[in-house]
């Protein structure tokens, strides 16, 4: 039987940053994935001369050279720096709402504020007010909030975290409303929600304020070559480090000795033993299918009994015929939302009705190699509920995506009235496609809900099965950012049990 010491199952962000991080941690490990390429939501996919960016609209958390955040460093300690090329995004985004809203806010903090205060000057001290409350509510989660926890210290917490006490709890769409008259000015700001799931009224406020303050002071960026160039450069790292990986090889079974991992049954029908497994499947998928015991464990049942399933999304990727100037894109990123009501929106994402909002992005407008020459590949998301496409009888499943299809450019080309004039390629990918893909329960892109009653600030690690590791957007946060960093903190955890254990043996 082939022994390691951990196995990985699941190459999507935090699997393979889990596996690179154990490998070249000194951990021999195996890395398993059902799908033929890495990445999960990661990848990339070909039709005619245009290679489609699946999953990633803007990278948070990689700051620039002379002023770094945190991904900077992951990313070096994973052997990708000099593997992978950045591009910076120079805007935020542009926000449309057709008659009442249309601007294009820079990724720039000081010309963020100085913009907003320029266009809504009555509300220029809340303004100032709540950017600050945005930076500091955000260096506090990210710094001191950890440190706290893990001391469980309830007065250094007080005393390193007053902002998070005091805001920390509250929703985005209170704290808004405390700082803001102008409507106007709190749709354009709320306008992130769209990379969360869920309306202003149920995200965390630190979790929005996270988002404006990360992307403008550290800048969005793009992925030469996609994300898919990311999950190539990581499993290249890995590689290098010794590790092995199979693809087209799903986990069957976590195969258990009474509560304590033993190893991995491949579909292939190989046992493979090892003294930690990290999967980066769903945590449903993980403790109700692939765990080999006749129930999932009671910590982990109580767990599920209050988490609600999250969002997946249906989306357009189009080859276009025109350049970005062509089709009047101004901005990488836009969101197009009929009504300012996010609480209407979010209703509608749990039918089959007309989509009122959607998000256009265009790769080849800060990176013109995304693309051929003269040519633009854009993306049309709108967010949507996987459940509602469960019940659509096969027979009409294709005419179903085709009418929804359209229904969605519609709600686009109200901006770029263009649209449908150059298209040249086109594939569409339904919740039903991201279960099929991605394999989780509805599809869904972000994990569990991200409510703040289900922020991971509440829910401790479950070890109910020693040498079992959950790594990714099913608990701790969704998108790319935050699975990243799961990956490797996972990996950290598991190369201290690895250690831990070699330490009690050579004791022995
Ligand atoms: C269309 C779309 C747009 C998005 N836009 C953004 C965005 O702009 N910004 C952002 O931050 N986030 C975005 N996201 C979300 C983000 O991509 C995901 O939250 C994140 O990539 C999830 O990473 P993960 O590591 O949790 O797992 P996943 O990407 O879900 O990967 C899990 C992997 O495990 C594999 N697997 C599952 N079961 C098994 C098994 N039994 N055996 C072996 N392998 C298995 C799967 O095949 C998959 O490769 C988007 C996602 C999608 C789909």
Redesign the pocket.
């Known amino acids: 039987m082939k022994q390691y010491d951990a196995v990985v ?7 393979l940053t889990a596996a690179t991080a154990l490998q070249r941690g000194g951990s021999k490990t195996l890395l ?4 033929n390429i890495p ?4 990848t990339s996919f070909v039709r005619g001369e245009y290679e489609f960016e ?5 990278l948070s958390g990689l700051g620039t050279e002379d002023r770094p955040f945190i991904m900077r460093k992951i990313f070096a300690n994973l052997g990708v720096m000099d593997k992978v090329e950045f591009v910076q995004e120079h805007q935020l985004y542009r926000i449309v709402v057709p008659g009442e809203i249309d601007t294009t806010l820079p990724a720039s903090w000081s010309g963020l504020r100085r913009q907003l205060q320029s266009d809504f000057p009555s509300e220029s001290e809340n303004l100032a007010r709540f950017m600050k409350l945005c930076e500091t509510i955000t260096l506090e989660s990210f710094m001191m909030l950890p440190k706290a926890r893990k001391a469980n210290d309830e007065k250094m917490l007080k005393a390193s975290c007053p902002n998070y006490i005091k805001y920390g709890m509250r929703s985005a769409k209170e704290v808004l409303d405390e700082h803001f008259d102008d409507e106007n000015l709190k749709t354009i700001l709320a306008a992130y929600w769209c ?1 969360i799931g869920l309306p202003p009224s149920e995200i965390p406020f630190p979790d929005l304020a996270a988002m404006i303050y990360a992307y403008a002071a550290f800048k969005p960026w793009h992925i030469k070559g996609g994300s898919q160039a990311m999950s190539s450069a990581l499993l290249e790292s890995f590689m290098e480090a010794g590790g092995e990986v199979r693809f087209n090889c ?2 069957e079974k976590i195969l258990t000795s009474g509560d304590k991992v033993r190893g991995v049954l491949t579909e292939d029908g190989e046992e493979i033993a090892c003294a930690a497994v990290v999967s ?2 769903s945590s449903i ?1 993980t403790y109700n299918e ?1 765990l080999d015991h006749d129930h999932a464990p009671i910590a982990v049942r109580e767990d599920f009994k209050s988490r609600r399933m999250g969002t997946s ?1 249906f ?1 357009i990727y189009m080859g276009l015929d025109c350049t970005p100037e062509e089709l009047g894109v101004t901005s990488a990123s836009n969101f197009i939302c009929n009504t300012q009501d996010e609480e209407a929106v979010h209703a509608g994402m749990l039918t089959m009705n007309a989509p009122v909002s959607g998000m256009l992005t265009c790769y080849n407008f800060d990176d013109p190699s995304f693309a051929p020459e003269g040519k633009s590949i854009v993306s049309l ?1 709108c967010l949507q509920y996987g459940d509602v496409w469960n019940d659509i009888p096969e027979e009409q499943y294709a005419q179903t995506k085709y009418e929804f299809s359209e229904k969605l450019i519609d709600v686009i080309a109200q901006t770029f009235p263009k649209i449908r004039d150059h298209i040249e390629e086109v594939e569409v990918a339904t919740p039903l496609t ?1 279960m099929r893909y ?3 329960p509805d599809g869904a ?2 994990g569990f809900k991200q409510t703040p009653q289900d922020s991971e600030l509440f829910r401790e690690r479950i070890e109910s099965i020693s040498g079992l590791y959950m790594a ?2 099913w608990n701790n946060m ?4 935050p ?1 990243y960093m799961a990956g490797e903190s996972t990996a950290r955890a598991v190369l201290k049990q690895l250690k831990s254990e070699k330490e009690e043996l050579e004791n022995a």
């Open positions: 199952i699941g190459a999507g962000n935090a699997g398993l994935e059902r799908h990445g999960g939501c990661a699946v999953a990633l609209h803007q990379y799903g986990a980066n499947a998928m692939l999304a989306v998301v991201m991605l394999n989780t892109i972000y990714g957007c969704g998108g790319f950012q699975t």
